[in-house]
């Protein structure tokens, strides 16, 4: 059985180690806040100015003018801090962020990373994926394995616009985890009950045991 988004993202928890400073992605990567450890030391840092974010707040906790990049309604810490933009892109840009978790349309093997636009829909802007590809230290990738039409997000090579490359080291999706080689997508872990098998079958790029 495949992990639902909330497993993909307490799985994807477990990469953040004590004491980093962690920006998550919009999508699925927003959910991991909920599943950090009480006791786990760490930092979360958003692009629109916001460093220390608390997890996501209950109904009578809410307060629309807290948000974060994405626009979801978050909570705030005692230590948490707010800044402008341009001080949270100097964070990112020199290299202060130790992990980050993003969302993708695309991955390839190699590393390469496509999740900023797809030619011919209108976007606001490119968001800050260019920057924390570039400026973290460690890039994982939280996505579903495919697309609502079943198409593999896990390819040979990206066919949209590249947002970086070489930069992902890790791919978690509803059907495991994985490692980028540079070459293939090599097996760390398989969810409940998915086989190998069915992860080659619903993955056009390459895949390692």
């Given at each position: 059985?495949?992990?639902?988004?909330?497993?993909?993202?307490?799985?994807?928890?477990?990469?953040?180690?004590?004491?980093?400073?962690?920006?998550?992605?919009?999508?699925?990567?927003?959910?991991?806040?909920?599943?950090?450890?009480?006791?786990?030391?760490?930092?979360?840092?958003?692009?629109?100015?916001?460093?220390?974010?608390?997890?996501?707040?209950?109904?009578?906790?809410?307060?629309?003018?807290?948000?974060?990049?994405?626009?979801?309604?978050?909570?705030?810490?005692?230590?948490?801090?707010?800044?402008?933009?341009?001080?949270?892109?100097?964070?990112?840009?020199?290299?202060?962020?130790?992990?980050?978790?993003?969302?993708?349309?695309?991955?390839?093997?190699?590393?390469?990373?496509?999740?900023?636009?797809?030619?011919?829909?209108?976007?606001?802007?490119?968001?800050?994926?260019?920057?924390?590809?570039?400026?973290?230290?460690?890039?994982?990738?939280?996505?579903?394995?495919?697309?609502?039409?079943?198409?593999?997000?896990?390819?040979?090579s990206c066919k949209l616009p590249i947002?970086?490359?070489?930069?992902?080291?890790?791919?978690?999706?509803?059907?495991?985890?994985?490692?980028?080689?540079?070459?293939?997508?090599?097996?760390?872990?398989?969810?409940?009950?998915?086989?190998?098998?069915?992860?080659?079958?619903?993955?056009?790029?390459?895949?390692?045991?």
């Amino acid at each position: 059985m495949a992990w639902t988004r909330d497993e993909m993202a307490a799985r994807a928890a477990k990469e953040i180690q004590a004491g980093f400073y962690v920006n998550l992605g919009i999508g699925i990567p927003t959910l991991v806040a909920n599943h950090v450890p009480p006791n786990l030391e760490l930092t979360l840092q958003s692009e629109n100015g916001m460093l220390g974010m608390g997890p996501f707040p209950y109904e009578d906790e809410v307060d629309p003018d807290l948000i974060n990049a994405g626009k979801e309604t978050i909570t705030e810490l005692d230590r948490t801090s707010y800044f402008g933009s341009s001080s949270s892109f100097a964070m990112i840009r020199g290299g202060h962020v130790d992990l980050a978790i993003l969302g993708t349309m695309e991955v390839s093997q190699d590393g390469d990373i496509a999740n900023w636009t797809i030619p011919g829909k209108l976007i606001k802007g490119m968001g800050g994926a260019m920057d924390l590809v570039a400026g973290a230290k460690r890039v994982v990738v939280l996505t579903d394995h495919t697309t609502k039409r079943g198409t593999s997000k896990l390819l040979a090579s990206c066919k949209l616009p590249i947002t970086g490359k070489s930069v992902v080291s890790r791919v978690i999706t509803e059907l495991g985890v994985f490692d980028v080689t540079g070459s293939s997508f090599k097996i760390v872990e398989l969810s409940t009950n998915v086989t190998s098998n069915e992860v080659k079958e619903k993955t056009a790029g390459r895949i390692e045991f």
